[in-house]
C-alpha cells in the first residue's frame, strides 16, 4: 500500500485504476474535470475513455457500457447533472450489471460556478444511492466500494464530492492498480431496457422494493456512523464531517453521515438517546429533514433553526460559529479576523493576447447599443468589458437572444457562444433561431479547445480525449446545415475584417453567424507559438486611455503613460486600436 | 490547541502557486507526516488572486481558519496584504516585495495602490521582504521565482531543508533542476537575514 500527496480528484481517479473501471467519460466541469484528465493522460490505458459533448450524452454513453456488465464511470459537475438528469431518472428503472459511478461533483459557494445546487436531492429524486465523502481518503475508498455496490443492487450509484474534496490535497493511502479483463456483451431483456408503459410501471415497483435493503447496507458499508460520547449530539455529513471532527469535544456525540438514503431506524436510535441534536451540512438541510422527521420532541439545531446557513460553504469557523450560537461545546475557539475591506480586488481576467477580447472589442465597437447574451466558459469573464448580459446556463445565449428578439426588444441581439458549449446544447437553439425565424447574430468565439476547465480537447479540435487524430466538426457546416445563410469566419485578431464581418451581420435579417476563430493563447503556446510582443512609444502616447480600457492584463499605467509589461503575448490588437499609433513591435525576447 | 503548522501561499493565478504547495506536501511525504491542503482552481486561477492551504501535520480538514495561519507566503505584496487576516499573533509574513497592480484598477481607474503604501500597511507583521526576481535572474530562469521564494520561507517551516530539496528535485522539471535548486539556495539565504 503507498502513501502519495495527492489531489482529491487525482485520489478519485486512482481509485478507478484500482477498482478497476473499464470505460469512463464526461463533460469537463469544474471542479470535476481532472479526474477524466488525468485517467486519460495515463500512460497505459486497459480501457475505453472519452470527452462527451455535454452530459446527457455522456450518461447514455455511460449507462450502455453498464448494460454489457462492464464498470463505467461518468463525471460532470453538479449542473450537468441537470442536462443529464433525464437519462438518470429512468436508469434507476432500469438498472445496470455492471457497476455504474456517476460523480456529479457540487460546488458550495459557487467558486467556479452558476449556482449552489445540491446534487443530493437528485440521488433522492431517483432513487439511488449516494456517496458523499468527508475527506480526501473516503473519497477514494468510496469509489472503490461504490462499483461493487453498484453491481450488488444493480442501481447506478450517484458519487457526489465538493469543491473541498475534488480541489483539496493531502497524504491519502492507496491500493494496488489491477487490470479487469471484462469485455461487454449486451444480454438482450426488453422487459429491462425498453421502458414502455407496461414495462416501467413493473421497474417503478421494484426500483421502490430495494430501498430498504440499500439504507440496511450502506450502514453495513461503515459511511454512516455515530459515536455516543455524552447527552449532545452533533450530526455532519460530507466535508463538514472533517471541520467537525477538529473542534467537537470528547464529550459530544458524533455521528458521521456519507451514504444516503439513511436507514432511519438507525438514526432514530441515535438521535433517541440525546438531549439536543445539532446538523451541520452544506447547502440543502438533507440530513437535517431526515433528523427531524425521527427527532419527535428532541431538539434539532441547524439551519431551519437559524443557526447554520443555507447557501455558501462550511469552514471551520463557519463550523465554530455554528456550534456556538447553537450552544453547543467546542474546544477551539477561532478568532475573528476580517478581510481587509480596502484591498483593491483582483478578479479573474481574460488573459493577455485572448481572442475573447478581440471580439467583444469589434461587438462593442458594431453593435453600440446591442443587448448581449452570453454562455457559459473564459468569455463569460467578457462581463467586465461590458460584452456580457445574460448568462444562465450551458448553450443559453442563442435561446436567450431569441426570446428577447421576439419580445419586441429593438435593439439589436448579439449573443456569443463558445466552440465547447455550442457543441455542448448550442446547436438545437440555432436550429430553433432559425425556424422561428429570430432577428440575432451569433458570434461563436472558436478557440479550438474547452479552455476554461483545463484545455479538454472537443469535436472541434481535432483529436479525441487520447490526442488521436479525428476529423474536425466544420462548425460552419452545422450553422448552415441549421438554415443560416450568412455564415463568415474570421480571426478576431485582424479587427477590421471581424468589425467588416459584424457589420455586414447588422445589416442582414434573420439569423447571422460570425464564427471568430483563434487559438486560445495558452494552447497556442504551449504548442510552441510565439509572437513578437509590443512596446508603447512613450512620445507619441498620449494616455488617453484607450488601451488600458482595452482590458489587456499585460497593459499598465506606468505614471502618466501606457506600458506593455512582459506579459505581453504579441496579439497586436493594442496597436490596432491605439488611436496615435503610439504602439509598435517592440524586440523579440 | 491546533496541531497543525499552517501554512498559507498566496499570489496571482499563474505564479506556481501550485507547484509551491504540492513541494510543502511532498517534504511532508519524505518526513512522513500527515498532511492537508486545498487550493484553487478553474475560472478563479485566470489571472485571479489565488490561495492554496497547507497544513503540515493536518489530520482534519484542509481550510486554515482566518487568524491561525503560522506563516503566510506571498508571490505578490498586494495579496500579502490581501489575505494578511489569516496570520495568526506573532506569526510571519514572507512576501516578494514585487506588486502586480490588478487590471480592474486601471481600467475603472481606481487608486493605484503601491509598494510603500502597502508595505506601510504591513508594518505591523513580523515580515521578511524578498526580490524574487532579482535572485531568481540570478539563479538563471525568472521562472523559478516560486522556488526563491520556498527557500526563503524554508528558514521558518518546520520541514527539513533536505527534505524540501529533494522534493524540488521530483517536483520540477528535470531541464529546470539545477536552475531551481540554485534558486531555493539563493532564496534561503535571503531569508537567513529576516
Redesign the interface.
Known sequence: ME???LLGNEAIAHACLESPVDFICGYPG??SS?VVDILRMQPERNFYIEWSVNEKVALENALGAAWCGIRALCTMKHVGLNVAADPLMTSSYTGVTGGLVIMSADDPFA??SQNEQDSRMYAKFAKVPCFDPG?IQEAHDMVRDAFLFSEDIGLPVLFRPTT?IC?????VTLGDLRVSGRTGQFNRDPAQYVVIPAHTRVLHKKLNGKQASIKERLVELGYNKAEVRGRDAVIASG?AV??V??IIPHSTSFAKIGAYPIDEAWLKEFVSRHERVLVIEELSPFVEEEVLQVAGTIPVFGKKSGNAPYEGEL???AV?RIMKSAGFATN?D???????PD?????????AGCMHRAAFYAIKKVFREGIFPSDIG?Y??GL?LGGVDTTICMGASITVASGIAHSGEKRDVVCTIGDSTFLHTGIQGLMNAVYSNAAITVVILDNRITA???HQPNPSTGITACGVPVPPVSLEAICRSCGVLYVETVDPYNLTLMVNALKEAKARPGVKVVIARHPCVISARRAGISRRPYDVDSEKCTACGTC??F???A???GGEKAVITDGCSGCSLCAQICPSGAITPGVRK | MKESYDILVVGIGGQGTILASNILGEACMIENRPVKGAETHGMAQRGGSVESHIRIDGRFGPLIAPGTADIIIAFDMLEAFRYSYYLRPGGKIITNRRLVVPTSVFMQGLPVPTDREILGRLSGYELCVIDAEGLAKEAGSLLTQNIVMMGAASQFIPLKTESLVQSVSRLVPPKTLEANLKAFELGRVAGSSC
Request: hydrophobic share 25%; glycine share 8%.
Open positions: 502513501r502519495r500527496y469544474t471542479p481532472e467558486h467556479s475527506s473541498r480541489h483539496s490535497k493531502g497524504d466535508i472533517s471541520y471532527s477538529e469552514s471551520p469557523a465554530g477551539y477561532f478568532p475573528v479576523a476580517n478581510y481587509p484591498a483593491p480586488p483582483r478578479p479573474p481576467i481574460l488573459c473564459c463569460t469573464l467586465q476554461m476547465t483545463g488600458v480600457r482590458g489587456c492584463p497593459i499598465e499605467m
